[in-house]
């Protein structure tokens, strides 16, 4: 194994170091085929968000065509249960704009976008309180290797973790989606997850 092949090291920081950190526009949050699918829009109002765009749909909810899982996504429309918070919903954004680099910029970055946008991974609801009550938030970017955030741990301030010479800065360890307090787990669907938590397991 090449050092270039090595497992990058888990780190662990406050949430506030975390949110010191900035987006590198890799895009992959912002369409749901960068990510095959994982990563789906919840709770998605009926009007798509057309005030948002001019009129137009904002997000639009995507399928696989009849190759299955293999096969290329395309458009479908809205549906009753698209807006439910328990539906995860693979999405396009109408204001991605793909960049020759590979990643991909938000056209309406300067404007009112839906508010979930800004959440992913370090700003979600209640995620304050929830990484002071576990002390360790395992942050939800392992099928995001190019995001800023990606095998990170939001810990909270004075835990071992961040210990310079006890903590476990290259640590595996993992807190399982499951195991995160229900006030996680409702906000969780809302910022773009699947309606039901991975099963645990090791990234
Ligand atoms: S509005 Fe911008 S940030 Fe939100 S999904 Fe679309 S491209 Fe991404
Ligand atoms: S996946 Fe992470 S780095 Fe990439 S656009 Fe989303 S928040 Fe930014």
Not at 24 to 33: A, H, L, V, Y
């Amino acid at each position: 194994m090449s050092l270039d092949d090595a497992p990058r090291p888990r780190r662990y920081l406050t949430l506030e170091a975390a949110r010191a950190l900035d987006c590198n526009g890799c895009g992959d949050c912002c369409d749901s085929s960068r990510t095959d699918g994982f990563w789906t829009w919840g709770a998605l109002p009926r009007d798509q968000y057309r005030p948002l765009m001019d009129g137009g749909p904002l997000i639009i909810p995507v399928a696989r065509s009849e190759g299955g899982w293999d096969g290329a996504w395309g458009d479908r429309d809205w549906r009753p249960g698209d807006d439910s918070d328990a539906t995860p919903t693979p999405f396009r954004c109408s204001a991605f704009r793909p960049q020759p680099d590979g990643r991909g910029l938000c056209g309406i970055h300067d404007r009112e976008r839906p508010s979930k946008c800004g959440e992913f991974p370090v700003h979600m609801v209640g995620q304050d309180d929830d990484v002071e009550a576990r002390g360790v938030m395992h942050l939800e970017t392992s099928a995001f290797p190019r995001c800023t955030w990606f095998r990170m741990d939001a810990v909270a301030a004075a835990h071992p973790a961040l210990h310079p010479q006890r903590g476990c800065v290259d640590s595996d360890g993992y807190v399982a989606l499951h195991a995160l307090p229900p006030s996680m787990l409702a906000a969780w669907p809302r910022s773009g997850g699947t309606g039901r938590p991975p099963a645990a397991r090791r990234d």
